[in-house]
Each structure stands twice: as structure tokens, then as C-alpha cells.
């Protein structure tokens, strides 16, 4: 009977990617292909608040692989789940009539996205690989059937969902109220505490998305971003080598309202390089630079 009931949760959670070729779809399948309910709370960085939570095996969520470039939804298809990001980074992005992309965010792990669909039943986003990634997928109908069993669980996912919704917010409030150097700034130390969050370095990373995309992102064009890091790189907040970016000063970063004019940028390089030259030293006494006197 067990055997059945779960056989049943697969049957009935089984994705289909539109436009995956088999051997796309095999490569999906493949790695970590379920978590329990447990799992699923310790990667959205909820606690299990309920013993019932962590002693429920039966529950079982399936994990779905994407290749980097590949679409999770598109704007306007069917909304049938949510999805959890268990590895991996993507984006979300809506497309006008003209085809021009407006990224909206940057998930990884622990965020949940797709809750744009539940208003209409739709997708009003569309959410693209920006490398490999493993997804956790929860669908709506099992999260509200679980949420009748599980309060806790159902107040957990609404935690979750407000705390994306914050996150948001506090981007529409940077972006009206900060200058353009001042939203690269604070989008590094996002990226950054973000790393932390999961485990990895706040201080070395590598900028999975492109320069463009960050500028969709901070409403700023590509020359402005790339202009903005560089400065950065000169005065010595960070270093930059392609899409690796090296946190020196997250403090300075966190308070940084404009850049100073490129003459007092130039003074303080000139002034950081001489202050790491070496003193010269004078040569020591008996080398072929010391002077020796003349034999009488």
C-alpha cells in the first residue's frame, strides 16, 4: 500500500519541460531525484517547527535539472507549481511586445520563485538557467493539500514568499533613491551576504550573471555597470578579473553614496600605490656602491 501512495506522488509530480529533447529530459533525471518534507525546509532555511514535519518520509519532492540557457517557464504558460532552488542561479525576466528583457531577480539556493502564477494560473515571469541547476519542484495542489495538514509548513512557505516580497521591495526603494554607483555598490554586498547565507565565500565570487543582466536589474545601461566596477577596481573596493569579483572594503561599499570626481580618484590610487612601495634602503657598507678612499 505505501509502495502505491508513493508511486502515486511521483506519478502525480512528474515535470514536463516544454521544448526538452529526450536526451534533455534524461539528463534531468538525473542526480538527486527526491527530498523529504525535512530536506525541502532546511533548504528554504526554514525550521521544522513540528515533530510530525521531520518524521514524515512518505512525503516526497521531485528534484528536476536544467542546463544553463534553458527556460523553467515561460510568461503565460500554465501555472501548475512553485519551485525551490536547490543548486544553481537563474534569473527571471519579463519580455515586452518588443522582445526586450527586464530582469526581475537573481535566484539561488534556498529561493522560491514562480509565485507570480498563482494570481492568474498563469506565469507572469519567465525564468531562465544562468548555469546548471537543480530545482526542488512544489506543486500548488500538494502544497495546499499539505497546507491542511501541516499548518506549520503552510506559515513556513508564507514566510517565505513575504520575505521575497521584502526583498523586492527594498530594490524599487534602492532604485529611486540611490545613485547609479551607489545600486552597483549595494548589489555586490547583496550578492555577497547572499554567498554567506549559502555557505560559500562572501568575499571571492563569480558574477553568474552577465553585465547586461545586472544592468537590467539596477535599471542601468552596460557601460554605466561596467564603468561603475571599474572605478571601484581602481580605488581598491574590490577586484575584478572578468566575471570574478574580489570583496576588499564590503563596509565602504555599504555606505558609498557617489563615486569622488576621476581627478581625486587618480590622487587616491597615487596615494594607495605609494604607500605600498616598499622605503628605499641604502646600500650597505662594503658593496661596489660605497665609496672608498683614496690610498695616500
Known amino acids: 500500500m505505501l509502495t502505491t501512495q508513493l508511486c502515486a506522488i511521483r506519478t502525480e509530480s512528474t515535470p514536463t519541460v516544454p521544448g526538452a529533447t529526450p536526451i534533455e529530459t534524461g539528463w534531468q533525471r538525473q542526480g538527486k531525484l527526491w527530498s523529504n518534507l525535512k530536506e525541502l525546509c532546511d533548504v528554504l532555511r526554514i525550521p521544522p517547527t513540528s515533530a510530525s514535519l ?37 534569473k527571471t525576466v519579463l519580455i515586452d511586445e518588443y522582445g526586450n528583457e527586464q530582469v526581475l531577480s537573481f535566484p539561488m539556493k534556498g529561493d522560491l520563485f514562480g509565485v507570480d502564477g498563482i494570481h492568474t494560473r498563469r506565469y507572469a515571469s519567465e525564468a531562465v538557467a544562468l548555469s546548471n541547476c ?19 509548513f503552510e506559515h513556513a512557505i508564507y514566510s517565505v514568499m ?20 551607489a545600486r552597483v555598490a549595494r548589489f555586490l554586498v ?26 537590467s536589474y539596477l535599471g ?25 569579483i574580489g570583496i576588499k572594503d564590503a563596509d565602504a ?7 569622488p570626481p576621476s581627478s581625486a580618484r587618480a590622487k587616491q590610487v597615487a596615494s594607495r600605490k605609494a604607500r605600498q612601495q616598499p622605503p628605499d634602503v641604502p646600500p650597505s657598507r662594503g658593496t661596489c656602491s660605497e665609496t672608498i678612499p683614496a690610498q695616500m
Do not use: C, W
Open 54 to 90: 521531520i518524521a514524515d518520509e512518505e512525503l516526497l519532492f521531485q528534484h528536476v535539472q536544467f542546463k544553463t540557457g534553458q527556460r523553467i517557464h515561460t510568461i503565460g504558460q500554465s501555472f501548475d507549481a512553485l519551485y525551490i532552488v536547490h543548486s544553481g542561479f537563474l
Open 134 to 152: 537543480d530545482l526542488i519542484l512544489l506543486p500548488f495542489k500538494k502544497l495546499t493539500a499539505l497546507g491542511r495538514i501541516h499548518l506549520e
Open 162 to 181: 513575504s520575505r521575497e516580497l521584502v526583498r523586492e521591495q527594498a530594490m524599487i526603494s534602492m532604485l529611486g533613491a540611490l545613485s547609479a554607483e
Open 190 to 215: 547583496s550578492l555577497s551576504d547572499r554567498f554567506a547565507e549559502m555557505g560559500y565565500s562572501s568575499k571571492l565570487f563569480n558574477l553568474r550573471m552577465t553585465r547586461h543582466e545586472i544592468g
Open 220 to 244: 542601468l545601461t552596460l557601460e554605466t555597470v561596467s564603468r561603475t566596477l571599474s572605478a571601484f577596481n581602481e580605488i581598491g573596493l574590490i577586484t575584478v578579473d572578468q566575471r570574478s
Open 253 to 259: 561599499l555599504k555606505t558609498l553614496r557617489r563615486l
